[in-house]
Protein backbone atom coordinates (compact mmCIF):
# COMPACT_ATOMS: atom_id res chain seq x y z
CA UNK A 1 0.00 0.00 0.00
CA UNK A 2 1.09 3.31 -0.72
CA UNK A 3 1.69 5.61 1.51
CA UNK A 4 1.13 9.80 1.75
CA UNK A 5 3.05 10.80 -0.89
CA UNK A 6 3.87 14.90 -1.31
CA UNK A 7 5.60 16.68 -3.53
CA UNK A 8 8.27 18.54 -4.25
CA UNK A 9 10.28 17.65 -1.46
CA UNK A 10 11.70 20.67 -1.64
CA UNK A 11 11.16 24.15 -2.99
CA UNK A 12 13.12 27.34 -2.81
CA UNK A 13 11.06 30.68 -4.16
CA UNK A 14 11.71 34.83 -3.57
CA UNK A 15 9.19 36.64 -1.59
CA UNK A 16 6.00 37.58 -3.66
CA UNK A 17 5.93 34.40 -5.94
CA UNK A 18 3.66 31.39 -5.63
CA UNK A 19 4.37 28.37 -5.16
CA UNK A 20 2.25 25.13 -4.75
CA UNK A 21 2.54 21.87 -2.34
CA UNK A 22 0.48 18.68 -3.36
CA UNK A 23 -0.24 15.69 -1.14
CA UNK A 24 -1.50 12.26 -2.27
CA UNK A 25 -3.16 10.77 0.45
CA UNK A 26 -3.77 7.05 1.06
CA UNK A 27 -5.76 5.74 -1.65
CA UNK A 28 -9.34 4.99 0.30
CA UNK A 29 -8.11 7.84 3.05
CA UNK A 30 -11.35 10.49 3.15
CA UNK A 31 -9.86 12.80 5.54
CA UNK A 32 -7.01 15.35 4.79
CA UNK A 33 -4.78 17.26 7.05
CA UNK A 34 -2.47 20.17 6.64
CA UNK A 35 0.36 21.16 9.04
CA UNK A 36 3.37 23.16 9.21
CA UNK A 37 6.29 23.57 11.40
CA UNK A 38 8.34 26.65 11.35
CA UNK A 39 11.83 26.78 12.38
CA UNK A 40 11.89 24.09 15.16
CA UNK A 41 8.63 24.70 16.57
CA UNK A 42 5.27 23.01 17.22
CA UNK A 43 3.79 21.43 14.40
CA UNK A 44 0.48 23.50 13.38
CA UNK A 45 -2.58 22.35 12.03
CA UNK A 46 -3.67 24.44 9.18
CA UNK A 47 -6.57 22.62 8.07
CA UNK A 48 -8.71 19.31 7.58
CA UNK A 49 -10.52 17.98 4.68
CA UNK A 50 -13.13 15.10 4.94
CA UNK A 51 -13.53 13.91 0.87
CA UNK A 52 -13.50 17.51 -0.96
CA UNK A 53 -14.67 19.59 1.89
CA UNK A 54 -13.36 21.61 4.49
CA UNK A 55 -14.24 20.28 7.89
CA UNK A 56 -11.97 22.60 9.84
CA UNK A 57 -9.51 25.73 8.15
CA UNK A 58 -9.21 27.43 11.74
CA UNK A 59 -5.47 27.35 11.29
CA UNK A 60 -4.78 28.77 7.88
CA UNK A 61 -2.43 32.15 8.85
CA UNK A 62 -4.07 34.23 6.31
CA UNK A 63 -5.94 34.40 2.93
CA UNK A 64 -2.40 34.33 0.95
CA UNK A 65 -2.95 30.75 1.97
CA UNK A 66 -5.43 28.37 -0.44
CA UNK A 67 -5.82 24.70 0.02
CA UNK A 68 -7.97 22.51 -2.28
CA UNK A 69 -8.90 18.99 -2.45
CA UNK A 70 -11.25 18.69 -6.09
CA UNK A 71 -12.71 15.47 -6.31
CA UNK A 72 -11.78 14.21 -3.05
CA UNK A 73 -8.46 12.68 -4.20
CA UNK A 74 -5.41 14.76 -3.86
CA UNK A 75 -4.95 18.27 -2.12
CA UNK A 76 -2.81 21.34 -3.08
CA UNK A 77 -1.70 23.85 -0.82
CA UNK A 78 -1.40 27.33 -2.66
CA UNK A 79 0.84 30.35 -1.43
CA UNK A 80 0.25 33.37 -3.09
CA UNK A 81 2.42 35.56 -2.74
CA UNK A 82 4.46 34.12 -0.49
CA UNK A 83 6.23 35.95 1.94
CA UNK A 84 9.69 35.16 4.35
CA UNK A 85 7.48 34.08 7.18
CA UNK A 86 6.32 31.28 5.58
CA UNK A 87 9.01 29.33 5.12
CA UNK A 88 8.96 25.63 6.88
CA UNK A 89 7.94 22.44 6.66
CA UNK A 90 4.68 21.66 5.32
CA UNK A 91 3.15 18.42 6.29
CA UNK A 92 0.14 16.35 4.77
CA UNK A 93 -1.44 13.53 6.87
CA UNK A 94 -4.39 11.28 6.05
CA UNK A 95 -6.62 9.03 7.78
CA UNK A 96 -9.66 6.73 6.74
CA UNK A 97 -11.80 8.26 9.28
CA UNK A 98 -12.02 10.79 11.87
CA UNK A 99 -11.74 8.84 15.30
CA UNK A 100 -9.89 10.62 17.76
CA UNK A 101 -7.84 8.11 18.45
CA UNK A 102 -7.13 7.03 15.24
CA UNK A 103 -3.31 7.63 14.04
CA UNK A 104 -2.46 9.81 11.36
CA UNK A 105 -0.43 9.02 8.66
CA UNK A 106 1.85 11.46 7.33
CA UNK A 107 3.63 12.24 4.23
CA UNK A 108 7.49 13.00 4.22
CA UNK A 109 6.64 17.16 3.58
CA UNK A 110 7.60 20.00 1.83
CA UNK A 111 10.16 21.98 3.14
CA UNK A 112 9.58 25.89 1.89
CA UNK A 113 12.20 28.23 1.95
CA UNK A 114 11.39 31.92 0.80
CA UNK A 115 14.02 34.24 0.04
CA UNK B 1 -7.47 25.45 24.88
CA UNK B 2 -5.58 22.20 24.57
CA UNK B 3 -1.45 22.09 24.27
CA UNK B 4 1.25 20.23 24.62
CA UNK B 5 4.68 21.04 25.96
CA UNK B 6 7.81 19.27 25.38
CA UNK B 7 10.71 20.97 27.74
CA UNK B 8 13.68 19.35 26.32
CA UNK B 9 14.90 20.57 22.54
CA UNK B 10 17.57 17.59 23.18
CA UNK B 11 17.95 14.53 25.01
CA UNK B 12 21.46 13.20 25.06
CA UNK B 13 21.66 9.44 26.08
CA UNK B 14 24.52 7.06 25.95
CA UNK B 15 23.93 4.01 24.18
CA UNK B 16 22.40 1.00 26.53
CA UNK B 17 20.89 3.29 29.15
CA UNK B 18 17.69 4.21 29.53
CA UNK B 19 15.91 7.27 28.20
CA UNK B 20 12.90 9.18 28.93
CA UNK B 21 11.37 11.67 26.70
CA UNK B 22 9.24 13.83 28.56
CA UNK B 23 5.62 15.81 27.78
CA UNK B 24 3.27 17.50 29.78
CA UNK B 25 -0.15 18.67 28.43
CA UNK B 26 -3.53 20.64 28.65
CA UNK B 27 -6.93 19.66 27.93
CA UNK B 28 -10.37 20.27 28.60
CA UNK B 29 -11.82 16.94 29.99
CA UNK B 30 -10.15 13.33 29.23
CA UNK B 31 -7.41 13.01 26.42
CA UNK B 32 -6.20 10.77 23.81
CA UNK B 33 -2.20 11.53 23.56
CA UNK B 34 -0.12 10.15 21.03
CA UNK B 35 4.44 9.97 20.30
CA UNK B 36 5.35 10.13 16.95
CA UNK B 37 8.54 9.91 15.45
CA UNK B 38 9.96 11.24 12.73
CA UNK B 39 13.50 10.06 11.09
CA UNK B 40 15.32 12.18 8.71
CA UNK B 41 14.23 12.86 5.52
CA UNK B 42 10.86 10.98 6.31
CA UNK B 43 7.17 11.63 7.16
CA UNK B 44 6.04 11.57 11.07
CA UNK B 45 5.11 7.91 12.11
CA UNK B 46 2.94 6.67 14.51
CA UNK B 47 4.50 5.19 17.96
CA UNK B 48 2.11 4.94 20.10
CA UNK B 49 -1.46 6.21 21.95
CA UNK B 50 -3.13 6.23 25.24
CA UNK B 51 -6.92 6.14 25.11
CA UNK B 52 -7.94 4.90 28.18
CA UNK B 53 -6.94 1.67 30.83
CA UNK B 54 -3.41 1.14 32.00
CA UNK B 55 -1.85 4.28 32.62
CA UNK B 56 1.71 2.41 30.84
CA UNK B 57 1.02 2.11 27.11
CA UNK B 58 3.81 0.19 24.77
CA UNK B 59 4.36 0.92 21.46
CA UNK B 60 6.70 0.17 18.46
CA UNK B 61 10.38 -0.26 18.64
CA UNK B 62 10.22 -1.04 22.09
CA UNK B 63 9.28 2.17 23.13
CA UNK B 64 6.99 2.68 25.90
CA UNK B 65 4.81 5.99 27.78
CA UNK B 66 3.59 6.63 31.04
CA UNK B 67 0.45 8.76 31.57
CA UNK B 68 -0.08 10.59 34.55
CA UNK B 69 -3.29 12.26 34.98
CA UNK B 70 -2.29 14.59 38.30
CA UNK B 71 0.75 15.76 36.71
CA UNK B 72 -0.82 15.80 33.09
CA UNK B 73 2.23 13.95 31.57
CA UNK B 74 2.52 11.55 29.05
CA UNK B 75 6.56 10.56 29.26
CA UNK B 76 7.82 8.71 26.41
CA UNK B 77 10.92 5.85 27.85
CA UNK B 78 12.81 2.94 26.80
CA UNK B 79 14.66 0.49 29.15
CA UNK B 80 17.37 0.27 26.67
CA UNK B 81 18.47 3.33 23.98
CA UNK B 82 19.96 2.11 20.43
CA UNK B 83 22.12 4.58 18.52
CA UNK B 84 18.90 4.42 15.65
CA UNK B 85 16.48 5.42 17.97
CA UNK B 86 18.17 8.75 17.46
CA UNK B 87 15.34 10.63 15.99
CA UNK B 88 13.02 14.16 16.50
CA UNK B 89 10.13 12.96 19.06
CA UNK B 90 6.78 14.83 19.00
CA UNK B 91 4.25 14.52 21.75
CA UNK B 92 0.46 15.03 20.98
CA UNK B 93 -3.12 15.53 22.83
CA UNK B 94 -6.34 15.59 21.18
CA UNK B 95 -9.57 15.90 23.25
CA UNK B 96 -12.04 13.22 23.43
CA UNK B 97 -13.96 14.57 20.56
CA UNK B 98 -14.14 14.40 16.99
CA UNK B 99 -14.73 17.83 16.47
CA UNK B 100 -11.42 18.87 18.25
CA UNK B 101 -7.60 18.90 16.62
CA UNK B 102 -4.63 16.91 17.36
CA UNK B 103 -1.95 19.51 18.71
CA UNK B 104 1.80 18.26 18.84
CA UNK B 105 4.41 20.01 20.93
CA UNK B 106 7.89 21.61 20.09
CA UNK B 107 9.73 17.99 19.49
CA UNK B 108 12.29 16.55 21.24
CA UNK B 109 15.66 15.83 19.23
CA UNK B 110 16.94 12.45 21.11
CA UNK B 111 20.40 11.25 20.26
CA UNK B 112 21.82 8.38 21.55
CA UNK B 113 25.84 8.30 21.52
CA UNK B 114 27.76 4.91 21.20
Known amino acids: EAGVTQFPSHSVIEKGQTVTLRCDPI?????LYWYRRVMGKEIKFLLH????????ESGMPNNRFLAERTGGTYSTLKVQPAELEDSGVYFC?????????????FGSGTQLSVL | AQSVAQPEDQVNVAEGNPLTVKCTYS??????LFWYVQYPNRGLQFLLK??????LVKGSYGFEAEFNKSQTSFHLKKPSALVSDSALYFC????????????FGSGTRLSIRP
Open chain 1, 49 to 56: FVKESKQD
Open chain 2, 92 to 103: AVRRYSSASKII
Open chain 1, 93 to 105: ASTKGDVPNEKLF
Open chain 1, 27 to 31: SGHDN
Open chain 2, 50 to 55: YITGDN
Open chain 2, 27 to 32: VSGNPY
